[in-house]
């Protein structure tokens, strides 16, 4: 018996995503224990939901003012324009010179309102830094799930890659994304722990300690000590001084 895919339209003005539940149903599938799974989707899932539903919001909310702003703008010059066709003024000329002054006047306060709301609130940098958050986050689950990209072994050269082994390093990266979004959108704070500056906070810990042992002090060979000339036969010691002889 063979199933038949039905398809499946998607709605993208819905808040809910079909790529939050295919990541989820892919989660389920991999071989991590019980609790590693349950504490990951608590908290993946939940940040992908809450990302989603904000990043809607905002597109909602950015798109109609920016409509207005556009189409106000345009609307009230044409509206001016063609206030005073007629050179007579009459008691009729006058009352549609008062109504399209008014309506004039709610235009542009609309258009005010909607560009000061965009400007105070930030919507356009919020709505591109959600959406890019997004679809990073998706990014790295796909690449967890598939074991490929940065998790394809690259972390663990000695040992094969697995969901298992590859877990912390999918935990580190989501976070770190997580958190300079919180940086970009609200305060960029500046921590010292433990003799670690800020550079080596933003470098993976595979390369602090390769950095670390790259830049070990070596011993300096003192330049005044004596040098020996070995032969076959005899051994002259040739003490070096800065005279020319």
Same mark, same amino acid.
């Given at each position: 018996?063979?199933?038949?895919?039905?398809?499946?339209?998607?709605? #993208?003005?819905?808040?809910?995503?079909?790529?939050?539940?295919?990541?989820?149903?892919?989660?389920?599938?991999?071989?991590?224990?019980?609790?590693?799974?349950?504490?990951?989707?608590?908290? #993946?899932?939940?940040?992908?939901?809450?990302?989603?539903?904000?990043?809607?919001?905002?597109?909602?909310? #950015?798109?109609?003012?920016?409509?207005?702003?556009?189409?106000?703008?345009?609307?009230?010059?044409?509206?001016?324009?063609?206030?005073?066709?007629?050179?007579?003024?009459?008691?009729?000329?006058?009352?549609?010179?008062?109504?399209?002054?008014?309506?004039?006047?709610?235009?542009?306060?609309?258009?005010?309102?909607?560009?000061?709301?965009?400007?105070?609130?930030?919507?356009?940098?919020?709505?591109?830094?959600?959406?890019?958050?997004?679809?990073?986050?998706?990014?790295?689950?796909?690449? #967890?799930?598939?074991?490929?990209?940065?998790?394809?072994?690259?972390?663990?050269?000695?040992?094969?890659?697995?969901?298992?082994?590859?877990?912390?390093?999918?935990?580190?990266?989501?976070?770190?994304?997580?958190?300079?979004?919180?940086?970009?959108?609200?305060?960029?704070?500046?921590?010292?722990?433990?003799?670690?500056?800020?550079?080596?906070?933003?470098?993976?810990?595979?390369?602090?300690?390769?950095?670390?042992?790259?830049?070990?002090?070596?011993?300096?060979?003192?330049?005044?000590?004596?040098?020996?000339?070995?032969?076959?036969?005899?051994?002259?010691?040739?003490?070096?001084?800065?005279?020319?002889?």
């Amino acid at each position: 018996m063979t199933t038949q895919l039905v398809p499946r339209t998607i709605n #993208f003005y819905s808040c809910k995503n079909y790529h939050i539940e295919a990541i989820e149903k892919s989660l389920f599938k991999t071989k991590l224990k019980p609790e590693q799974r349950d504490s990951l989707l608590d908290r #993946f899932i939940t940040l992908l939901h809450d990302y989603n539903q904000r990043k809607q919001r905002y597109s909602w909310s #950015f798109h109609t003012l920016r409509i207005i702003v556009t189409v106000g703008s345009l609307i009230v010059p044409a509206v001016l324009s063609v206030q005073y066709t007629s050179g007579n003024v009459t008691a009729e000329s006058a009352n549609l010179s008062a109504e399209v002054y008014w309506i004039v006047w709610t235009l542009s306060l609309f258009v005010t309102i909607s560009n000061g709301i965009m400007t105070l609130l930030k919507m356009d940098k919020k709505y591109h830094s959600l959406h890019t958050t997004f679809e990073q986050l998706v990014s790295e689950a796909w690449q #967890f799930v598939q074991l490929s990209g940065k998790y394809g072994g690259s972390f663990t050269p000695d040992d094969d890659p697995t969901h298992e082994n590859q877990l912390p390093f999918f935990c580190y990266y989501i976070e770190k994304v997580r958190m300079k979004h919180v940086e970009d959108e609200y305060y960029k704070t500046v921590e010292q722990k433990d003799g670690v500056t800020e550079t080596q906070q933003k470098t993976p810990w595979r390369d602090i300690f390769s950095q670390q042992r790259q830049y070990q002090p070596q011993k300096r060979q003192t330049q005044s000590s004596p040098q020996q000339v070995n032969d076959d036969t005899t051994t002259v010691t040739v003490q070096t001084s800065n005279a020319a002889s």
